[in-house]
C-alpha cells in the first residue's frame, strides 16, 4: 500500500508564506506526477500545481508567480512554497501522486490526507 503524508500547513497573515511538503511511502516503484490541489468550502477541488517525474511544471493562473511546486525523486517528496499568500487561498490542500507499486503493471492514484491552510489577519 502507498501513503501520502502532508505537512506545513497552518494560520498565516495575508503576504505571508508557508512551505507544504508531502511524503510518499510503501512499495514504490515509480511515481510520475505528483500535484497539489485544494478545496475551499462551498467550492469544487481545484489544482493548484503539478509537477512530472522530469520537473515539468504547471499552475493554475490565480498562484502563478506566487507559489512554486518541487520535488526530490530520491525522497519522494513533493513541495509546494506558497508567498504572498491571500486570503482567497484558504483551503484544504492535498496532495495527489501517481503511482507504479512494485510487482504490477498498473498505475494508480493516491490522495493525501489533506492539510488546512488558512489566510486571515
Known amino acids: 500500500q502507498v501513503q501520502l503524508v502532508e505537512s506545513g500547513g497552518g494560520l498565516v497573515q495575508p503576504g505571508g508564506s508557508l512551505r507544504l511538503s508531502c511524503a510518499a511511502s510503501g512499495s514504490i516503484l515509480r511515481i510520475n506526477p505528483m500535484a497539489w490541489y485544494r478545496q475551499a468550502p462551498g467550492k469544487e477541488r481545484e489544482l493548484v500545481a503539478s509537477?512530472?517525474?522530469?520537473?515539468?511544471?504547471n499552475y493554475a493562473d490565480s498562484v502563478k508567480g506566487r507559489f512554486t511546486i518541487s520535488r526530490d525523486n530520491a525522497v519522494n517528496t513533493v513541495y509546494l512554497q506558497m508567498n504572498g499568500l491571500k486570503p482567497e487561498d484558504t483551503a484544504v490542500y492535498y496532495c495527489?501522486?501517481?503511482?507504479?507499486?512494485?510487482?504490477?503493471?498498473?498505475?494508480?492514484?493516491?490522495w493525501g490526507q489533506g492539510t488546512q491552510v488558512t489566510v486571515s489577519s
Open positions: 495527489n501522486a501517481d503511482v507504479l507499486q512494485y510487482g504490477s503493471s498498473r498505475w494508480s492514484d493516491y
Open positions: 509537477i512530472s517525474s522530469g520537473g515539468r511544471t
